[in-house]
């Protein structure tokens, strides 16, 4: 199957090329200065082989995709109970920055909408700043298994600019759901969005969750493995927004995207998907990463209820 693997994936780049539906995210000012033309796709498998084509190694922020990885943080630091107070997680059926609250308990719906990160960021531990975006990027070097660095040109774009984050983070706090120091909070959220990977990285975070929790190429353990269960499931069910249901039933694998243009699928047990491709469709996906996502679940039957198939 790896060989052919390695063949798809060259398949599908070439293939996908030539798509040119899609937009390069400009509400972020910094992230309009992508090319449209950057596309790389990686697989890396559970035990530790790692297929690639294109622009494997260029260097893009994660922006949402940093949200499961920071709910599992939160899940760590405060166990299921506490966050479960702060953050629901019903899909809401909404777009990424929906300016919303559950009614009744003024939660954000789930941790993959802005809101719900912004409520996640807001509870992570530390003394001060510096020992909160610490442990963050700690947590995801151990995803990585190198060093992970804050864009600073994009964080501080989308600090500059980002007032609609800032109105969710004023409603939440209106309702008391996160603490007073709005600025403080928005920072470190604005910051673990303008981390920098490349295609491979993220594959290895996504290859790490498909793995329980350990990433397949060091060994080191990156979350613990209670909460891998958590995590997967708000990617199945929230992860791509008002997009889905309908992944759900065209992948049918936890995933998230990033309006960077990055997107990653988990396939458990197995392997992990990072593709990257910066215009993106109306939902905020990248058009390239969706099409690919879905042919090669479609080609080596990688949807989790396709194993019913076998029987
Ligand atoms: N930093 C972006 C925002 O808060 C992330 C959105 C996304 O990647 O979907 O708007």
Redesign the pocket.
Known sequence: MYEELQKTLEELHARYLGLTEGKVASY?PELSKADPNWFGIVVVTTDGQVYGVGDRNKYFTI??ISKPFVYGLALEDHGREFVSSKVGVEPSGEA??AITLDERSKRPHNPMI?AGAIALTSIIKGEEASERLNRVLDMFSRYVGTEVYVNMPVFLS?RAT?HR?RAIAYLMRNFNMIGPDIEATLDLY?QQ?AIMMNCTQMAIMAATLANAGVNPLTGVRAIERTYVRDVLSVMYTCGLYDFAGEWACNVGLPAKS??GGGILAVVPRRMGIGVFSPPLDEH?HSVRGIKVCEELSRRFRLHIFDLLMDA
């Open positions: 972020i922006q949402s990424f920055n802005n989308e980002g984050n604005f969005c990033g309006v905020g």
